[in-house]
């Protein structure tokens, strides 16, 4: 892929957010090459995975509904740089948390593997009974949109609100434009 310019990357948000855009370049500015793309991975970051989930999420736990959603954010950065990803937390890295298979890629710090150990427990609950937590214990919150709480899973496992609030928030007007 070139480089895309500022004036590109301008161009291309405002075709695809229209009367939105001053909006989303306001949220993620880009003003030299060098900008152009951090600005549109943190984009796709917030305004496509994080907003979406948080959507799904809102849909799920809405009144009537007889389901409960789990929202989450993985941010561990693993203490090795996993061959031919980005540095730092990626999508889809949580996966091998999740299965306790970080030694695929070379992690074995004692933090990741405690952690994975973690993620296992509560995914295994939920597929057993539709709620990660165990009896007595809510270390994962419900997802309700009034307290718009997360479980962050990172070094530790902490629950947090208002994940990428700003462009959830956004994405949900965008969503509701006609």
């Not at 031919?84 to 074995?108: I, N, Q, S, W």
Request: with cysteine; charged share 25%.
């Amino acid at each position: 892929m070139g480089e895309v310019t500022p004036a590109q990357y301008r161009r291309s948000v405002r075709a695809l957010y229209g009367d939105q855009a001053d909006a989303v370049l306001s949220l993620y500015p880009a003003s030299s090459v060098a900008d152009t793309l951090p600005a549109l991975s943190r984009m796709l970051t917030e305004m496509g995975f994080a907003a979406t989930a948080r959507f799904a999420a809102a849909c799920t736990s809405a009144p009537g509904r007889r389901s409960s959603a789990y929202l989450y954010q993985f941010s561990r950065e693993p203490s090795v740089r996993v061959p031919g990803f980005p540095r730092g937390a990626f999508h889809g890295l949580e996966v091998a948390y999740v299965f306790g298979k970080m030694d695929t890629f070379g992690v074995r710090d004692p933090v990741d593997l405690r952690l994975s150990d973690e993620i296992v427990r509560l995914w295994t609950r939920f597929a057993a009974r539709g709620d990660p937590n165990g009896t007595g214990e809510e270390v994962w919150p419900t997802y309700d949109p009034g307290t718009d709480r997360h479980l962050e899973l990172g070094e530790a496992l902490v629950v947090e609100t208002g994940l990428y609030k700003a462009a959830c928030d956004l994405a949900d007007r965008i969503r509701l434009t006609p």
